[in-house]
């Protein structure tokens, strides 16, 4: 009775061994058909790709089952994969990097016309009304109108001090237009300034256009740079390279279902994400920032309204500045007479021309242009672009997954979960490099964010808050964003207490396949499975079965 008991254990012991040598033949001869059909569609070479399945020990990246890929075969789509999605990624944000180019060029060629028509209208109306007057200042007015182009392109301009400049250079020589035999240096001229000052021989007009100029030219400047700045952070961001840990997730995410011969398996939803969450966690830490500027750029849209609205001062500058030279033929007398009393009369230039005949003119009475509608439509419609441009970047693994990977309708047993056919079963990761510790597909480490993003998140800083001051009507270029630093490799985004405790994982490609795959596949779902992949695990626990079985049996006596 002994001997036939332990006889028997021995024949299941053999059979255990029997077992893993022999395999499973129908995976063994599996035609690899399909594969070489989808990869030569790629353009890669058939010569060496198998006709059937082949052992994997040679892999590197997918599972080490029974394969269709050759070493040769897994780098290139491992390439291929990695040239897909910097492709997908160009392309999203090519198409945003677009709106946001129409969007300037139509913002900045409406301000530009805008101030063009001013310019325009003066010369059209300022020398009938002004004569001589207008003639010996008209290089005055060519100078404040360029000066105002050059602040509006954002040169380094102080526009009050602009406006002040002009407006002494045209009493200057406004003062001396009546007089050309007059000598006025510099002392008296310092006097005449002076004089004006209490005087206003301007009246109300330079205040009032210093007020509304500023308002309008720094919040029509500061939409458009906030435009320009949106679009260099998706140009400057789409050149970030992958990392190695992201090239291997998405070759395993697109191609490995091709080596282990189920290639119209398509990606799990949740695995698809968290392959893309980990992949672009840098990207993701740019969403508050984004959407602070891209709400802030909405808000200063409202200062385009109104008296003191950029359409409407921008447009009328030429009736500020007529209503001021109505205003100084008003007072010249009255100012003339001042300005002796208190300076002194200046000396005259005998060889000097004589003084000017006196001649009347008339006041020139100009009507503010109305606006177009052009500049409501384009509001309008940044406005809309705006606000489904504000989670772009939290949503670009989802879009990507769902556009680009032809990622699976659902999570069943039929999508690939990067080890098989079966459902996805760990979670999907929050967004941003922080929330990223525990990604099951990717390793990202979580205390070294990229700089090239933290510096582009500094600049968003930097133009919400120029944005911000522009609101209320203030001009400011500071460079001091925040006082989160300035992305020097401090760590930003990465929490003290959770890279306190960041240990180093095991790589993804290590974690058991239950996690991913579901036991009681049916059979044959598990016939498509690689043998290999399988056998090693399934061996050893027949071995281990029988020899504890063995151990244990009782002994008959």
Partial sequence: MELGAGGWWLLCAAAALAACARGDPASKSRSCSEVRQIYGAKGFSLSDVPQAEISGEHLRICSQGYTCCTSEMEENLANRSRAELETALLDSGRALQATLAAQLRGFDGHFQHLLNDSERALQDTFPSAFGELYAQSARAFRDLYAELRLYYRGADLQLEDTLAEFWARLLERLFRQPHPQRQLPDDYLDCLGKQAEALRPFGDAPRELRLRATRAFVAARTFVQGLGVAGDVLRKVAQV?????????????????????????????????????????????????????????????????????????????????????????????????????????????????????????????????????????????????????????????????????????????????????????????????????????????????????????????????????????????????????????????????????????????????????????????????????????????????????????????
């Avoid at 009681?520 to 061996?539: D, I, V």
């Fill in 241 to 557: 390279p992958l990392g190695p840990e992201c090239s291997r997730a998405v070759m395993k995410l697109v191609y490995c279902a091709h080596c282990l011969g189920v290639p119209s398996a398509r990606p799990c939803p949740d695995y698809c994400r968290n392959v893309f969450k980990g992949c672009l966690a840098n990207q993701a830490d740019l969403d508050a920032e984004w959407r602070n500027l891209l709400d802030s750029m909405v808000l200063i849209t409202d200062k385009f309204w109104g008296p003191s609205g950029a359409e409407s001062v921008i447009s009328n500058v030429h009736v500020w500045l007529a209503e001021a030279i109505n205003a100084l033929q008003d007072n010249r007398d009255t100012l003339t007479t001042k300005v002796i009393q208190s300076c002194g009369n200046p000396q005259v230039n005998p060889q000097g021309p004589g003084p000017e005949e006196k001649r009347h003119r008339g006041k020139l009475v100009l009507q503010e242009k109305p606006p177009t509608g052009t500049l409501e439509r384009l509001v309008s419609e940044a406005k809309a672009q705006l606000r489904d441009a504000q989670d772009f970047w939290i949503s670009l693994p989802g879009t990507l997954c769902s556009e680009k990977m032809a990622m699976s309708a659902a999570s069943d047993d039929r999508c690939w979960n990067g080890m098989a056919k079966g459902r996805y079963l760990p979670e999907v990761m929050g967004d941003g490099l922080a929330n990223q510790i525990n990604n099951p597909e990717v390793e990202v480490d979580i205390t070294k964010p990229d700089m090239t993003i933290r510096q582009q998140i500094m600049q968003l800083k930097i133009m919400t808050n120029r944005l911000r001051s522009a609101y209320n009507g203030e001009d400011s270029d500071f460079q001091d964003a925040s006082d989160d630093g300035s992305g020097s490799g401090s760590g930003d985004g990465c929490p003290e207490d959770i890279c306190g405790r960041r240990v180093n994982r095991k790589s993804s490609s290590s974690r058991t396949p239950l996690t991913h795959a579901l036991p009681g596949l049916s059979e044959r779902e598990g016939q498509k499975t690689s043998a290999a992949a399988h056998c090693p695990q399934a061996c050893t626990a027949l071995l281990l079965l029988s020899l504890v079985l063995s151990a244990a049996r009782p002994r008959w006596r």
